[in-house]
């Protein structure tokens, strides 16, 4: 009887580890890497992969924004959802392969880089997990994007990825506090636009 119990536990111990090792082991769906080295968008994938793994209906191209005034041609996923959507443009054009930047923007996405960053995160949680403060780059043509980590943990774990913000929650805001390290002004503000540049790849 014990021998049969003892069997049975060990059993369901088996079967309760492969469990979590198959949780642990599977991956994320929404994560992109830097650089692409890894991930459902990596250096290596092409239209043709997306199509196959969304669906040639979530998976079109469009004219986007690239600058002041200036548009491209993107692989744009999940058009019509906003928190689904993601943007590629492609170092191959004409066989449309190699990314070479991937872009979300708005105010929520399931797509997100390491440490679960993501649109809509204020500037005070990125600092507590960069582990200090960083400044903001403001009233330039890039924008209110982050122009150094500071030296911070995310110098590392966002190498070749732009994250910026959106405008100042006060017009009463100067620019020195717009652009101090950890300026008052900065603390609600809020991601809306997050790029990731990855290496040339192409054979």
């Known amino acids: 009887m014990k021998t049969a119990r003892s069997a049975c536990i060990f059993a369901g111990l088996l079967f ?3 469990i979590l090792a198959f949780s642990q082991a599977a991956p994320d769906p929404w994560l992109v890497v830097p650089n692409g080295d890894g991930g459902p968008i990596n250096y290596r994938v092409t239209r043709a992969d997306l199509v196959l793994r969304y669906g040639a209906a979530n998976v079109v ?10 548009t491209d041609t993107a692989t ?6 906003p928190e689904r959507r993601i943007e590629i443009l492609w170092q191959d054009r004409q066989k449309e392969a190699y990314p070479s930047t991937v872009t979300i923007s708005g ?3 399931r797509w997100h880089a390491v440490h679960g960053i993501s649109l809509g995160m204020r500037y005070s949680e990125l600092a ?5 403060p960083f ?3 403001w009233g330039t043509d890039q924008g209110n994007v982050v122009f150094s980590w500071n030296s911070g943990l995310l110098d590392k774990d966002l190498k070749d990825v732009s994250v910026w913000f959106d405008d100042l929650p006060s017009s009463n805001a100067t620019k020195k506090e717009a652009s101090s390290v950890g300026g008052s002004a900065n603390q609600k503000r809020r991601v809306n636009q997050i790029t990731w540049g990855f290496l040339d790849q192409t054979p």
């Not at 507590?128 to 200090?132: A, P, T, V």
């Open 61 to 70: 191209n469009q004219e986007v924004g690239v600058g002041e005034g200036d």
């Open 135 to 137: 400044p903001i780059s």
């Open 76 to 81: 744009v996923l999940f058009p019509k959802d």
């Open 128 to 132: 507590r997990i960069n582990g200090k």
């Open 16 to 18: 309760l580890g492969t």
């Open 107 to 109: 105010k929520a996405s």
